[in-house]
Nanobody, 120 residues
Protein backbone atom coordinates (compact mmCIF):
# COMPACT_ATOMS: atom_id res chain seq x y z
CA UNK A 1 0.00 0.00 0.00
CA UNK A 2 1.08 3.54 -0.75
CA UNK A 3 -0.14 6.66 1.03
CA UNK A 4 0.32 10.33 0.24
CA UNK A 5 -0.51 12.72 3.05
CA UNK A 6 -0.69 16.47 2.48
CA UNK A 7 -0.48 19.20 5.08
CA UNK A 8 -0.10 22.95 5.29
CA UNK A 9 -3.30 24.29 3.78
CA UNK A 10 -5.41 26.98 5.36
CA UNK A 11 -6.75 30.51 5.13
CA UNK A 12 -4.41 33.31 4.12
CA UNK A 13 -4.85 36.92 3.07
CA UNK A 14 -4.03 38.07 -0.46
CA UNK A 15 -0.30 38.59 -0.81
CA UNK A 16 0.44 36.07 1.89
CA UNK A 17 2.33 32.78 1.82
CA UNK A 18 1.70 29.12 2.57
CA UNK A 19 3.86 26.03 2.37
CA UNK A 20 2.30 22.71 1.50
CA UNK A 21 3.94 19.39 2.26
CA UNK A 22 3.22 15.91 0.97
CA UNK A 23 4.82 12.80 2.39
CA UNK A 24 4.66 9.50 0.55
CA UNK A 25 4.94 6.27 2.52
CA UNK A 26 4.39 2.56 2.15
CA UNK A 27 5.67 0.00 -0.31
CA UNK A 28 7.66 2.43 -2.44
CA UNK A 29 10.68 1.32 -4.42
CA UNK A 30 11.33 4.59 -6.22
CA UNK A 31 9.52 7.81 -7.05
CA UNK A 32 9.73 9.37 -10.47
CA UNK A 33 7.84 12.65 -10.66
CA UNK A 34 5.98 14.33 -7.84
CA UNK A 35 3.33 16.87 -8.69
CA UNK A 36 0.89 19.33 -7.23
CA UNK A 37 -2.55 19.76 -8.76
CA UNK A 38 -5.40 21.99 -7.72
CA UNK A 39 -9.11 22.09 -8.29
CA UNK A 40 -11.19 25.19 -7.76
CA UNK A 41 -14.99 24.99 -7.35
CA UNK A 42 -16.66 24.37 -10.69
CA UNK A 43 -13.35 23.92 -12.51
CA UNK A 44 -11.31 21.00 -13.71
CA UNK A 45 -8.29 19.79 -11.83
CA UNK A 46 -5.14 21.41 -13.18
CA UNK A 47 -1.43 20.73 -12.87
CA UNK A 48 0.27 23.45 -10.84
CA UNK A 49 3.86 22.26 -10.55
CA UNK A 50 5.93 19.15 -11.05
CA UNK A 51 9.40 17.97 -10.12
CA UNK A 52 11.27 15.02 -11.57
CA UNK A 53 13.52 12.58 -9.75
CA UNK A 54 16.46 14.63 -11.02
CA UNK A 55 15.01 17.88 -9.74
CA UNK A 56 13.74 19.34 -13.00
CA UNK A 57 10.73 21.54 -12.40
CA UNK A 58 7.77 22.80 -14.40
CA UNK A 59 5.08 25.28 -13.48
CA UNK A 60 1.72 26.41 -14.75
CA UNK A 61 1.96 29.88 -16.26
CA UNK A 62 -0.45 31.20 -13.65
CA UNK A 63 1.95 30.43 -10.79
CA UNK A 64 5.37 31.00 -12.34
CA UNK A 65 7.45 33.33 -10.21
CA UNK A 66 5.17 32.88 -7.21
CA UNK A 67 5.24 29.15 -6.40
CA UNK A 68 8.28 26.95 -5.85
CA UNK A 69 8.23 23.16 -5.82
CA UNK A 70 10.97 21.16 -4.12
CA UNK A 71 11.49 17.65 -2.84
CA UNK A 72 13.43 15.77 -0.22
CA UNK A 73 14.03 12.37 -1.76
CA UNK A 74 15.40 10.97 1.49
CA UNK A 75 11.99 11.57 3.04
CA UNK A 76 9.84 10.92 -0.06
CA UNK A 77 8.41 14.37 0.53
CA UNK A 78 7.48 17.16 -1.85
CA UNK A 79 6.85 20.77 -0.91
CA UNK A 80 5.06 23.67 -2.54
CA UNK A 81 6.04 27.13 -1.35
CA UNK A 82 3.32 29.56 -2.38
CA UNK A 83 4.03 33.28 -2.20
CA UNK A 84 2.11 36.35 -3.32
CA UNK A 85 -1.10 34.39 -3.11
CA UNK A 86 -4.16 35.65 -4.94
CA UNK A 87 -7.86 34.96 -4.40
CA UNK A 88 -7.87 32.99 -7.65
CA UNK A 89 -5.42 30.53 -6.08
CA UNK A 90 -8.23 29.34 -3.82
CA UNK A 91 -8.66 25.62 -4.43
CA UNK A 92 -8.16 22.15 -3.05
CA UNK A 93 -4.54 21.21 -3.67
CA UNK A 94 -3.68 17.58 -4.36
CA UNK A 95 -0.34 15.83 -4.24
CA UNK A 96 0.40 13.26 -6.93
CA UNK A 97 3.26 10.82 -7.34
CA UNK A 98 4.35 8.67 -10.25
CA UNK A 99 6.15 5.81 -8.57
CA UNK A 100 7.28 2.22 -8.65
CA UNK A 101 6.16 -0.02 -5.80
CA UNK A 102 8.12 -2.80 -4.17
CA UNK A 103 5.95 -5.19 -6.19
CA UNK A 104 7.41 -3.68 -9.36
CA UNK A 105 4.19 -1.98 -10.40
CA UNK A 106 4.19 1.58 -11.61
CA UNK A 107 1.27 3.88 -11.07
CA UNK A 108 -0.12 7.27 -10.12
CA UNK A 109 -1.04 7.86 -6.51
CA UNK A 110 -2.99 10.75 -4.99
CA UNK A 111 -3.27 12.42 -1.65
CA UNK A 112 -6.58 13.34 -0.05
CA UNK A 113 -6.24 17.05 -0.79
CA UNK A 114 -5.77 20.13 1.35
CA UNK A 115 -7.85 23.31 1.14
CA UNK A 116 -6.16 26.62 0.38
CA UNK A 117 -8.32 29.71 0.73
CA UNK A 118 -7.03 33.17 -0.14
CA UNK A 119 -9.35 35.84 1.17
CA UNK A 120 -9.33 39.07 3.12
Amino acid sequence: QVQLVESGGGLVQPGGSLRLSCAASGSIFSIYAMNWYRQAPGKQRELVASISSRGSTNYANSVKGRFTISRDSTKNTVYLQMDSLKPEDTAVFYCNADLLTNRNTRGQYWGQGTQVTVSS
